[in-house]
């Protein structure tokens, strides 16, 4: 079974400063790795995705995440962080399903970042 | 494009009753839809999976005749949660995927925005 290890539950950084919330992530075979953004009472927004190819991947608002096969993970990084960034950030993993159903996504346990001015 | 809207965005029911939410996808064809639950400071928990024209697929754990899942058409799914109790209380996210052609690739799954139940 897969499963996903977000390892921080909090990170508080100060305005302007880089960032990175780590992922790592447990599977026997060949998976699709994807981060989102929740912001306060609200749904799930995707800020980037992995499916093949190169191991670096951009999102939206500046976010990126790389890939590494051999640590099983996929940290999402971003250089200069804004106050808008406070949010919950989830690290997810779905399976390439060997039939024609549909692929189920398992979420971490998310990071709550507070930007901080 | 890829909007999912939810209704309501909250609801306050009385313990015993049932309410319906409901999941829709306004600018495709969701051939299948998800319905998750989070718990306060917690993250999405996977109750079940629907595709259209079939009967949900349920998590282990969830119960199916409490949480019932209609897919009646490509762009609405509904979750009926019937004898409501305040441990059902939890912010109830669907989102909703499209297969795209006859390649089997993965698929994005597009989330709305959720509804917070308060049961009393």
């Known amino acids: 079974a897969q499963s996903v290890t977000q390892l921080d539950s909090q990170v508080p950084v100060f305005e302007e400063a880089p960032v990175e919330l780590r992922c790592n992530y447990s599977?026997?075979?060949?998976?699709?790795l994807f981060w989102y953004v929740q912001y306060p009472n609200q749904g799930l927004q995707l800020l980037l995705k992995?499916?093949?190819?190169?191991?670096l991947v951009k999102g939206i608002n500046g976010f990126e995440a790389e890939f590494n096969k051999s640590q099983t993970s996929f940290h999402l990084r971003k250089p200069s962080v804004h106050i808008s960034d406070t949010a919950e950030y989830f690290c997810?993993?779905?399976?390439?399903?060997?039939?024609?159903?549909?692929?189920?996504?398992?979420f971490g346990k998310g990071t709550k970042l507070t930007v901080n001015p | 494009g890829a909007v999912v809207s939810q209704h309501p965005s909250w609801v306050i029911c009385k313990s015993g009753t049932s309410v319906k939410i409901e999941c829709r996808s306004l600018d495709f064809q969701a051939t299948t839809m998800f319905w998750y639950r989070q718990f306060p400071k917690q993250s999405l928990m996977l109750m079940a999976t629907?595709?259209?024209?079939?009967?949900?697929?349920?998590e282990q754990g969830v119960e199916k005749d409490k949480f019932l899942i209609n897919h009646a058409s490509l762009t609405l799914s509904t979750l009926t949660v019937t004898s409501a109790h305040p441990e059902d209380s939890s912010f109830y996210i669907c989102s909703a995927s499209e297969k795209r052609g006859r390649a089997r690739l993965t698929y994005e799954q597009y989330f709305g925005p959720g509804t917070r139940l308060t049961v009393t």
């Open positions: 599977s026997s075979v060949s998976v699709y």
């Open positions: 997810a993993v779905s399976v390439f399903g060997t039939q024609g159903g549909s692929e189920k996504l398992v």
């Open positions: 992995y499916l093949s190819g190169s191991t």
């Open positions: 629907s595709n259209e024209g079939s009967k949900a697929t349920y």
